[in-house]
């Protein structure tokens, strides 16, 4: 090593001394030489250091006095005031008559490089000269600015790119550049420039480095430094294109195929990621979360953006969930967009399918309509269906990207082949890709046309209407009559919500025409199908066709005689417009016949015939004739038969009655011979009248004639009775019969006909009595009769009869009709009402309801309650929702003999909300009656709802069958469906519960379709429990896995086998056993299934141990036939046996020492440390070769801690291990090709150990009774080492002592260990404790020593002293343990405060302490003769050190003038 003098105090520098010339290694010991001389010399000294910056940790200085005699001097050295002990100091040498002497010390150099100031001070007899400090100096330094730019030509990016790095005024000139890249060294040479400046005369330089780097890696963010390298430090700049470029993040755009492009695609389709950005980023693809294969993806760039593309099968888009975009590049933060491809889960949209009525009145007849509402997904096309057939084209739709639901329709014609009866119609609504929603069915709309032809009622003065229906897939009317077609007068279309078209067509015909009976057809036809059917109507068909009655009138005898002209007249009773013909002796009459006229009930006829004609007559017959009834005629016989006595009758007239005459009389005379006469009547046999002369024609034969005469209301009588006579010539007379009584009160009886249900209710009513007249009444209101009739019997009292036909409909309202039989000539009247109460039983009816089954609700968008009213009357039925009148649609109550019929129609959903429900039949008739039916179930305990795969399915070999366990069922309306991940797979499974009370439990079975066998599939069941709860079962989990094996090795309890376990798990696992390709029988297996449906298989394989041990490779196959998949694993002793297991660690430990001087053999020991050594082996080897005799292997050892230990031993040869061959140790598992290896040999560089006691700290000796010494033993090589104690020269039992096994430092070369010596505190004696250490390096043992250990903490009195100096007292107080001590300071014995400084306790090398309290002088009022005391108190001990001041001096010395002061210990007090 050189040294270099550059400095000393006295600031004189001396060039003859540098570090070219000065090594403290030529100084050698020297030779001491005294000469004698009577003068001295002071030494000059001057510092010497390390030349350069060295090596290693420390710097070396040097101290060099010279000049100096005699030779004896002294260095001391000291580090910012401290002393330091580890110098050296060479003798000195001898010059001439003057000596030269030199000191080194090693400094730290990390304190030499903090410029920390070192000393070297010399003492010598002839004067100390100034000492010389040491401190590392320090140089001129500039650091150099640095920067970094990019440069380059026209544009960025098209030309290439050159990075200059510039550093700028920096001293000294050394400097080195280096360049990186990414933090890596960068090998291409750069170009560089040294600049010097000359700046206020002081030189600094600057310097350039240029490099070009590769573009690609430029443009892709790569990061270049320059690193320059001064003064030992660095000066880095980093520049990159990220730095050139803002670094936002990319804007990304995905384009990606429509939904359209998908469902059509037949191979591929492509999604696009548009980047833009000014980097070549890298695009990357994720789907799903996976990268997709290279080949499918391409990237491209044009000016501003980067393309990226994806192609993938359109099937496997379908599959997709989630597609992910992203754009890496080192310049920016990670940037990517990513699309959901399978959309949120949307409301099921409303889908409804109907027949286009706007198309077919264009002439399209079979187009149907898709009406889809609620939508909420854009992604969907539709399809129609012919009884689940497909018989459109997808029909794809693109809805607006605006928010909210959306509506649309979509039509197509059906195909011909598909116009069946039997065919019904849907259409689907595919949302996404794997979503359908279905609409209701059109039913079956290419039906036959049928027809219904009916009697409008009409004005009697108006035209007849006649309406005629059709019903079918497209039918039209015509209307015909007699074949020739009729316009219609208006018709109307529609169509029903099954698509089936209802038209209808009005004909009005005239009255007139119609009343001729003339048939007319209505003619439905539908040309599509070619189908027509007929039907036709007349006023024959329409009303009753029973002949009439007919009355002849014919005229009177007077008459005849009397007038030239008589007429006879015909009255038909008939509702037809009849054709009225007179015949004269069966011979139409060629005589005037007036026109024909009618009421409401008759048709009269006259026929005008000559009198002399009519005295012609024989008969007379009034014929009726109409197309509607058989011919009906009535005939008059004329002319009288030969005279006799004639017959006299009186009756009242009947015609005179009918023409208001009430108190007429007719006076019948038959059997007249031609003779004259005359005709008087009587009132209780006395003449009324007077005589009426009759002129007999003179004609052969007896004649007849009617006299009448009207009663003077003188005789209106009750007891009055007429007769007439008939004066026949003078002497002749002949007395009628009496009348009887006449004039009686009206009476009257009213009854009630039996009607045709259909048909009207007829009242017939029945009066008698003189003149009686019949009117009706309902509520006060006359009613018209719709017939009567007029008779009187032979005694002359009047018998009317009237016909009242009511409608049904009034009648069954309990309505009353009375019938008022009233005499207006007597002024007198009776009445008697009936009604349909009076007539039928008035017991209010039964009634029954039968409301709609829970699957009728669930499963149709209308249902219909029927409420049965038992009863005779027209009741008014009413229904009642909740107590409200329902404002639903109710159908027109029909009826039949014992009931009425009433149907509600509700919607399901207006349903579901019901609570009760009631029919309510009123009538007049009877107290109101209704029937409440409870629609609303009571409220139910939840049921418990669970869903498994069915193991016993599962064993007949259906293995994707559910079962969903219902149980604590208590309400009957239910249905149960499946779900796959939440979508209804199965049909509504509805339930009938048996009427019972208590809870239920069912099972419902559903297999599933293989397109839902599905790894991400999971299935549950739910139980919809009346219209709006449901519960839902735990889902099955995903049990379409694929298979999976477990194989495990079973502890054995058979000797000599080994059982092998095998577990399968997946949907339907099966297992078998292989080895060596061969299968092997399982000696047992079983099957089971979990909550979650998957199934557990497993299979037991016993194997024989010896064949076990040969390491055979056995095979456990799980296979799923079902899902075509199958797994294997397989075991040996080897795949059992982990990695870890087969991984030792091996420690060789040489011969003990004891062994050392052996001629012989010494032992080498192995030890081999693992979790399981049973099958692991151990070779030795010596200086390199194989040793396989004189070795012995124990058997595995184990240990608490999970652990063994395999012990081998080898005896080597004394010679070969003082040869310093090496001894190797390997141990190996019989499964693994890798070995584990330990060595030993004996060692040529010995360390000898450092043996150390550590000294007990005062806590420690204090804490108890017990304490522990610690020796260190250190830096020792090898490390086999005996340590052991000795007290008072007495080895120690090494129960006393703990020896800890020796560990090397991390980096270290040598070893270290520890030995705890436990000592009592009682026991100890001042003993004197020795550590003794053993080392092959030496065969001396190493020692370390420690006296007196608990000298410190045993009682040792203080001895004090007091000092006196000019400014202050010291009390020293010496000698005394334990530690602790006080020390106060008293002026006079007064409490008052001074002003004194007290040092800690100082530890001495005999464990006492000694301590010292200074009390300055300043600020003390001493005066002379007071007292200032130092009390010192120890322990039980208190001292007293007392000091007074004296008037005078003169004898007084202070320790600052190094003399010592007289001290009187006044007081020794044990307290």
């Given at each position: 090593?050189?040294?270099?003098?550059?400095?000393?105090?006295?600031?004189?520098?001396?060039?003859?001394?540098?570090?070219?010339?000065?090594?403290?290694?030529?100084?050698?010991?020297?030779?001491?030489?005294?000469?004698?001389?009577?003068?001295?010399?002071?030494?000059?000294?001057?510092?010497?250091?390390?030349?350069?910056?060295?090596?290693?940790?420390?710097?070396?200085?040097?101290?060099?006095?010279?000049?100096?005699?005699?030779?004896?001097?002294?260095?001391?050295?000291?580090?910012?005031?401290?002393?330091?002990?580890?110098?050296?100091?060479?003798?000195?040498?001898?010059?001439?008559?003057?000596?030269?002497?030199?000191?080194?010390?090693?400094?730290?150099?990390?304190?030499?490089?903090?410029?920390?100031?070192?000393?070297?001070?010399?003492?010598?007899?002839?004067?100390?000269?100034?000492?010389?400090?040491?401190?590392?100096?320090?140089?001129?330094?500039?650091?150099?600015?640095?920067?970094?730019?990019?440069?380059?030509?026209?544009?960025?990016?098209?030309?290439?790119?050159?990075?200059?790095c510039t550093l700028s005024d920096f001293f000294p000139e050394t400097l080195s550049v280096n360049w990186q890249q990414d933090n890596q060294p960068f090998n291409i040479q750069p170009i560089q420039r040294k600049l010097q400046v000359l700046e206020r005369q002081e030189k600094i330089f600057g310097l350039t480095s240029e490099i070009e780097p590769n573009m690609t890696e430029w443009e892709a963010g790569s990061a270049f430094i320059c690193k320059a390298t001064h003064n030992n430090n660095d000066f880095t700049k980093m520049i990159s294109i990220c730095q050139i470029y803002t670094c936002t993040p990319p804007?990304?755009?995905?384009?990606?195929?429509?939904?359209?492009?998908?469902?059509?695609?037949?191979?591929?389709?492509?999604?696009?990621?548009?980047?833009?950005?000014?980097?070549?980023?890298?695009?990357?693809?994720?789907?799903?979360?996976?990268?997709?294969?290279?080949?499918?993806?391409?990237?491209?760039r044009n000016e501003t953006h980067l393309i990226g593309t994806l192609t993938v099968s359109s099937r496997e888009w379908k599959q997709l969930r989630l597609i992910k975009c992203k754009a890496e590049h080192r310049c920016l933060s990670s940037a990517e967009k990513s699309i959901h491809l399978s959309e949120p889960a949307a409301t099921a949209p409303s889908v409804e399918i109907r027949r286009s009525l706007p198309e077919l009145l264009k002439g399209n007849s079979a187009v149907l309509e898709c009406d889809v509402t609620q939508l909420s997904s854009s992604d969907l096309y539709i399809t129609?269906?012919?009884?689940?057939?497909?018989?459109?084209?997808?029909?794809?739709?693109?809805?607006?990207?605006?928010?909210?639901?959306?509506s649309i329709t979509r039509r197509v014609t059906i195909p011909s082949n598909y116009w069946t009866n039997d065919t019904s119609f849907t259409c689907t609504v595919n949302q996404g890709f794997t979503r359908k929603f279905t609409s209701n069915s059109t039913g079956s709309f290419f039906v036959d046309p049928s027809v219904e032809l009916l009697l409008v009622p009409s004005d009697v003065s108006g035209p007849q209407r006649l309406l005629c229906s059709g019903w079918g897939f497209n039918p039209q009317i015509k209307w015909f009559s007699e074949s020739t077609q009729r316009p219609s007068s208006s018709s109307d279309i529609s169509m029903d919500a099954d698509g089936r078209v209802a038209v209808t067509s009005e004909l009005k015909i005239p009255q007139k025409e119609w009343k001729t009976g003339k048939v007319f057809i209505c003619e439905v036809s539908d040309k599509s199908l070619n189908k027509q059917v007929r039907q036709n109507i007349s006023l024959c068909s329409a009303c009753s066709s029973i002949p009439p009655s007919i009355t002849v009138e014919i005229p009177s005898f007077k008459t005849v005689m009397s007038t030239s002209q008589v007429q006879a007249t015909c009255l038909v009773r008939t509702a037809f417009d009849a054709k009225v013909t007179w015949l004269m002796d069966g011979r139409v009459s060629p005589s005037k016949t007036d026109r024909p006229d009618s009421n409401t009930t008759h048709i009269f006829s006259n026929v005008s015939v000559s009198s002399s004609q009519w005295k012609q007559l024989k008969h007379i017959t009034c014929r009726a004739e109409h197309a509607c009834f058989s011919l009906a005629e009535k005939t008059i016989s004329v002319a009288e038969p030969a005279a006799t006595a004639p017959s006299v009758e009186i009756r009242r007239s009947l015609p005179e009655l009918l023409k208001g005459n009430s108190a007429v009389l007719e006076c019948d005379v038959t059997q007249l011979s031609s003779s004259d006469l005359y005709v008087t009547f009587q009132a209780n046999s006395v003449d009324i009248s007077e005589k009426q002369y009759v002129d007999?024609?003179?004609?052969?034969?007896?004649?007849?004639?009617?006299?009448?005469?009207?009663?003077?209301?003188?005789?209106?009588?009750?007891?009055?009775?007429?007769?007439?006579?008939?004066?026949?010539?003078?002497?002749?007379?002949?007395?009628?019969?009496?009348?009887?009584?006449?004039?009686?009160?009206?009476?009257?009886?009213?009854?009630?006909?039996?009607?045709?249900?259909?048909?009207?209710?007829?009242?017939?009513?029945?009066?008698?009595?003189?003149?009686?007249?019949?009117?009706?009444?309902?509520?006060?209101?006359?009613?018209?009769?719709?017939?009567?009739?007029?008779?009187?019997?032979?005694?002359?009292?009047?018998?009317?009869?009237?016909?009242?036909?009511?409608?049904?409909?009034?009648?069954?309202?309990?309505?009353?009709?009375?019938?008022?039989?009233?005499?207006?000539?007597?002024?007198?009247?009776?009445?008697?009402?009936?009604?349909?109460?009076?007539?039928?039983s008035s017991i209010p009816p039964s009634i029954t309801v039968e409301i709609p089954s829970f699957k009728t609700v669930m499963s149709t968008s209308q249902v219909q309650a029927t409420c049965l009213v038992l009863t005779a009357f027209d009741a008014k039925v009413t229904w009642l929702m909740d107590g409200r009148v329902s404002p639903s649609k109710t159908d027109r109550p029909d009826s039949n003999t014992t009931h009425i019929f009433s149907n509600v129609s509700v919607s399901s959903s207006q349903w579901k909300q019901l609570k009760h429900i009631t029919c309510r039949a009123e009538h007049a008739c009877f107290s109101l009656a209704e029937k409440t039916i409870s629609v609303a179930e009571p409220a139910a305990t939840a049921p418990s709802v669970e869903i498994r795969r069915s193991l016993p399915e599962l064993l007949k070999g259906n293995s994707a069958v559910l079962e969903c366990d219902v149980t604590q069922l208590s309400s009957s309306d239910l249905y149960v469906t499946f779900q796959a991940n939440s979508v209804d797979i199965s049909e509504k499974q509805y339930v009938d519960l048996h009427e019972a009370s208590g809870v239920h439990s069912i099972t419902k079975r559903f297999t599933v379709p293989q397109t839902h066998w599905k790894k991400d599939t999971r299935f549950t069941c739910t139980v919809n429990q009346g219209f709006s709860t449901n519960f839902v079962s735990n889902s099955t989990g995903n049990i379409f896995v694929d298979p999976s094996v477990e194989l495990l090795l079973v502890p054995s309890d058979v000797p000599g086998l080994q059982r092998l376990l095998c577990s399968g798990w997946g949907f339907n696992p099966q297992i078998k056993w292989f080895s060596e390709s061969t299968q092997r029988p399982s000696s047992s297996s079983d099957i089971s299934m979990d909550a979650d449906g998957r199934v557990a298989v497993t299979s037991e394989l016993k194997i024989p141990q010896k064949e076990w041990k040969t390491g055979k490779v056995f095979i456990c196959e799980v296979s799923d036939k079902s899902l075509n998949k199958q797994v294997r694993q397989n075991i040996s002793l080897c795949?059992?046996?982990?990695?870890?297991?087969?991984?030792?660690?091996?420690?060789?430990?040489?011969?003990?020492?004891?062994?050392?001087?052996?001629?012989?053999?010494?032992?080498?020991?192995?030890?081999?440390?693992?979790?399981?050594?049973?099958?692991f082996s151990i070779t030795w080897k010596v200086g390199g070769k194989e040793y396989s005799p004189g070795f012995h292997t124990g058997p595995p050892v184990s240990h608490s801690n999970g652990t063994e230990t395999l012990r081998s031993s080898l005896n080597v040869s004394a010679e070969d291990w003082h040869a310093y061959k090496?001894?190797?140790?390997?141990?190996?598992?019989?499964?693994?090709?890798?070995?584990?290896?330990?060595?030993?040999?004996?060692?040529?560089?010995?360390?000898?150990?450092?043996?150390?006691?550590?000294?007990?700290?005062?806590?420690?000796?204090?804490?108890?009774?017990?304490?522990?010494?610690?020796?260190?033993?250190?830096?020792?090589?090898?490390?086999?080492?005996?340590?052991?104690?000795?007290?008072?020269?007495?080895?120690?039992?090494?129960?006393?002592?703990?020896?800890?096994?020796?560990?090397k430092y991390t980096g270290g070369s040598t070893y270290s260990m520890s030995s705890r010596l436990n000592t009592s505190k009682s026991e100890d004696t001042e003993s004197t404790y020795t550590c003794v250490v053993k080392h092959e390096s030496s065969p001396t043992p190493f020692e370390s020593t420690i006296e007196d250990v608990f000298a410190e903490v045993t009682y040792s009195k203080p001895s004090a002293t007091l000092l006196?100096?000019?400014?202050?007292?010291?009390?020293?107080?010496?000698?005394?343990?334990?530690?602790?001590?006080?020390?106060?300071?008293?002026?006079?014995?007064?409490?008052?405060?001074?002003?004194?400084?007290?040092?800690?306790?100082?530890?001495?090398?005999?464990?006492?302490?000694?301590?010292?309290?200074?009390?300055?002088?300043?600020?003390?009022?001493?005066?002379?003769?007071?007292?200032?005391?130092?009390?010192?108190?120890?322990?039980?001990?208190?001292?007293?050190?007392?000091?007074?001041?004296?008037?005078?001096?003169e004898h007084c010395d202070f320790f600052d003038d190094n003399t010592e002061a007289v001290v009187n210990q006044d007081m020794d007090v044990e307290s």
């Open positions: 090593m050189r040294y270099y003098s550059y400095k000393f105090l006295s600031e004189v520098s001396i060039d003859s001394l540098n570090c070219d010339n000065w090594a403290f290694d030529y100084w050698g010991k020297g030779t001491m030489v005294t000469v004698s001389s009577a003068a001295s010399t002071q030494p000059t000294v001057f510092p010497l250091m390390q030349c350069g910056s060295g090596t290693g940790n420390t710097v070396t200085l040097g101290c060099f006095a010279t000049g100096f005699t005699p030779s004896s001097l002294t260095y001391a050295w000291t580090k910012n005031g401290a002393a330091l002990t580890n110098s050296i100091q060479y003798p000195p040498v001898q010059k001439g008559n003057l000596y030269t002497g030199i000191s080194q010390i090693q400094v730290p150099k990390q304190d030499w490089d903090q410029r920390q100031t070192f000393q070297c001070a010399v003492t010598h007899a002839a004067g100390n000269p100034p000492a010389v400090s040491f401190q590392k100096p320090v140089l001129r330094v500039v650091s150099p600015n640095i920067t970094l730019h990019p440069v380059w030509y026209g544009e960025l990016g098209t030309s290439p790119v050159r990075l200059i804007s990304i755009h995905i384009e990606i195929p429509s939904f359209m492009t998908v469902m059509m695609a037949t191979s591929n389709v492509m999604a696009t990621c548009s980047v833009h950005t000014v980097f070549n980023a890298k695009v990357t693809w994720q789907m799903d979360g996976r990268l997709p294969p290279s080949n499918k993806v391409r990237q491209i129609f269906q012919a009884d689940s057939d497909n018989i459109s084209k997808e029909l794809y739709v693109d809805l607006p990207e605006t928010p909210g639901l959306h007999l024609h003179e004609a052969s034969g007896v004649h007849s004639i009617t006299r009448r005469f009207t009663v003077p209301q003188t005789h209106w009588k009750k007891d009055t009775r007429f007769t007439c006579t008939v004066n026949q010539g003078f002497s002749t007379n002949f007395v009628s019969n009496s009348t009887g009584n006449i004039f009686v009160d009206p009476s009257v009886e009213l009854l009630l006909v039996p009607s045709d249900v259909s048909g009207l209710q007829r009242l017939l009513c029945s009066g008698w009595g003189f003149n009686p007249q019949i009117k009706w009444f309902s509520e006060s209101t006359q009613r018209p009769s719709s017939s009567s009739d007029i008779s009187m019997d032979a005694d002359g009292r009047v018998a009317v009869t009237s016909e009242l036909k009511i409608p049904q409909k009034e009648w069954k309202t309990g309505k009353v009709f009375i019938c008022e039989v009233s005499d207006k000539s007597l002024n007198k009247q009776v009445r008697q009402n009936i009604s349909v109460c009076s007539a039928c795949s059992v046996t982990p990695a870890s297991s087969q991984i030792v660690s091996v420690y060789v430990e040489g011969p003990p020492l004891h062994q050392l001087q052996n001629e012989g053999q010494v032992t080498v020991t192995c030890l081999l440390v693992g979790p399981s050594l049973n099958d090496q001894v190797s140790c390997e141990g190996k598992h019989q499964c693994s090709s890798q070995g584990f290896e330990g060595h030993i040999s004996k060692s040529r560089d010995l360390y000898p150990p450092t043996v150390k006691i550590m000294q007990p700290t005062a806590s420690e000796l204090s804490a108890s009774d017990v304490l522990t010494l610690t020796c260190l033993v250190s830096g020792f090589f090898p490390s086999n080492v005996i340590v052991y104690w000795e007290e008072n020269g007495q080895t120690l039992p090494s129960t006393h002592y703990t020896n800890s096994p020796a560990w006196q100096g000019s400014r202050e007292i010291v009390c020293l107080v010496s000698g005394f343990s334990p530690a602790r001590i006080n020390i106060t300071w008293l002026l006079d014995d007064s409490q008052d405060q001074l002003d004194y400084n007290t040092s800690e306790p100082h530890r001495g090398p005999k464990g006492k302490f000694s301590v010292q309290s200074h009390l300055s002088l300043t600020g003390v009022n001493w005066l002379p003769g007071s007292v200032l005391i130092c009390r010192v108190t120890h322990a039980n001990t208190t001292l007293s050190l007392n000091i007074t001041k004296t008037d005078n001096l």
